[in-house]
């Protein structure tokens, strides 16, 4: 295995979505992550990666032979206007609108949009609003 550099220290480990259909599943994910500014990785013939998140076939060594189904992931985004790039990014490349870029309740600030992906899945691209962090992430390299 090649050496890789990792960021962790965020609420969620990793997340894998076990798909029908790699290829719109690519596409689709490709789209909204150059929206959002984070890189895919991986190459493989079953699966590849973004971040915490793994995408892989139903014929993948990590996966149980079924699609994960109907999950909701949610992306920081850095600004409002990297919400609604997402949210534009995915429609053209095949997602189905959940909801437009906007305000929502959950607390002063969060605007969000939501997509449906090639497989189902609901997701969130969201920008908390002005914030302060300790640190962006934790770097692991290994």
């Not at 090649?2 to 609420?11: A, P, Y």
């Not at 149980?64 to 920081?76: L, N, W």
């Not at 920008?127 to 962090?133: I, N, S, V, W």
Request: no cysteine; charged share 20%; glycine share 10%.
């Amino acid at each position: 295995m090649e050496t890789q550099t990792l960021q962790r220290g965020r609420l969620i480990d990793h997340l894998q979505l076990v798909v029908v259909d790699l290829d719109a599943s690519r596409r689709f994910y490709e789209a909204v992550m150059k929206a959002l500014d984070v890189p895919i990785g991986g190459s493989e013939a079953d699966y590849f990666w973004v971040d915490e998140l793994f995408v892989s076939t139903m014929d993948s060594a990590a996966a149980q032979g079924t699609p994960t189904g109907r999950s909701h992931i949610a992306f920081q985004a850095q600004d409002r206007a990297m919400v609604d790039a997402f949210h534009a990014a995915g429609l053209a490349a095949g997602g189905v609108d959940n909801g437009a870029p906007g305000e929502r309740p959950y607390h002063p600030g969060y605007y969000a949009a939501f997509l449906i992906d090639p497989d189902g899945n609901n997701i969130e691209a969201v920008y908390h609003g002005e914030a302060q962090r300790s640190a962006p992430s934790v770097v692991i390299n290994f």
